[in-house]
């Protein structure tokens, strides 16, 4: 009799383990991240250019399977190296703002653990004020990126995750942006806008937890 009870108690809780286990969905989901660009290939350019900071955020929504779409924004600001290109003095700064869509894939590796792997596609747009600028010169151009983020949960309903990237704009820096004809006392002549990103940042759903709270 001890037996079958045993057995009948085993068969009921199957179930609620395997429920236990299974892997929480994915609902709409808002991300920041702040990231530190590293310019690739383009040694002027890093000289000359003291990242300030670059912000990051995106809302999307899951589609199928893992797989999802969303919009965001993104913005790096830098201040410019006054002595980079001496005997010109270059005091000024810049920046560029990018929006995009994104298509990601996303999957649970534990009940609080999970990846994504995305592609950004937009439009970004540089802006150049400084000492030898003719005027404010802008550039812009296609932008794309590959981005992949590891999450931990730290509630049901927001995580923190680490981020590492690539991405690259269809514009170039070259002595022009800054209003002279050659770099002084360089061979450099600039290259295209191409960086390796590394971030931290949340993401965040707006459902209701297992604790009854948003």
Same mark, same amino acid.
């Given at each position: 009799?001890?037996?079958?009870?045993?057995?009948?108690?085993?068969?009921?809780?199957?179930?609620?383990?395997?429920?236990?286990?299974?892997?929480?969905?994915?609902?709409?989901?808002?991300?920041?991240?702040?990231?530190?660009?590293?310019?690739?290939?383009?040694?002027?350019?890093?000289?000359? &250019? /003291?990242? %300030?900071?670059?912000?990051?955020?995106?809302?999307?929504?899951?589609?199928?399977?893992? !797989? $999802?779409? *969303? =919009?965001?924004?993104?913005?790096?600001?830098?201040?410019?190296?006054?002595?980079?290109?001496?005997?010109?003095?270059?005091?000024?700064?810049?920046?560029?703002?990018?929006?995009?869509?994104?298509?990601?894939?996303?999957?649970?590796?534990?009940?609080?653990?999970?990846?994504?792997?995305?592609?950004?596609?937009?439009?970004?747009?540089?802006?150049?004020?400084?000492?030898?600028?003719?005027?404010?010169?802008?550039?812009?151009?296609?932008?794309?990126?590959?981005?992949?983020?590891?999450?931990?949960?730290? &509630? /049901?309903? %927001?995580?923190?995750?680490?981020?590492?990237?690539?991405?690259?704009?269809?514009?170039? !820096? $070259?002595? *022009? =942006?800054?209003?002279?004809?050659?770099?002084?006392?360089?061979?450099?002549?600039?290259?295209?806008?191409?960086?390796?990103?590394?971030?931290?940042?949340?993401?965040?759903?707006?459902?209701?937890?297992?604790?009854?709270?948003?």
């Amino acid at each position: 009799m001890k037996l079958w009870l045993a057995t009948g108690a085993l068969a009921l809780l199957v179930p609620f383990a395997g429920m236990a286990q299974r892997a929480p969905e994915f609902h709409p989901t808002a991300q920041g991240f702040l990231f530190l660009p590293i310019a690739l290939d383009n040694p002027v350019f890093d000289n000359l &250019t /003291d990242v %300030l900071g670059q912000v990051d955020g995106a809302f999307q929504l899951p589609l199928y399977k893992g !797989f $999802g779409a *969303g =919009v965001g924004v993104n913005a790096t600001w830098y201040e410019l190296n006054e002595n980079a290109l001496a005997p010109e003095y270059t005091l000024g700064d810049v920046n560029r703002l990018v929006f995009y869509g994104k298509l990601t894939y996303s999957h649970y590796t534990g009940a609080r653990t999970f990846y994504e792997l995305n592609a950004k596609l937009g439009q970004s747009t540089w802006k150049w004020n400084c000492r030898t600028c003719a005027g404010n010169d802008t550039q812009s151009g296609f932008h794309w990126g590959l981005n992949a983020a590891f999450f931990l949960h730290a &509630t /049901d309903n %927001l995580a923190f995750g680490l981020s590492v990237g690539y991405q690259q704009d269809a514009t170039s !820096f $070259g002595p *022009g =942006v800054v209003g002279l004809e050659s770099f002084p006392g360089r061979t450099d002549t600039g290259g295209p806008y191409r960086f390796l990103n590394v971030g931290l940042g949340f993401s965040t759903t707006f459902q209701k937890g297992d604790e009854g709270v948003w």
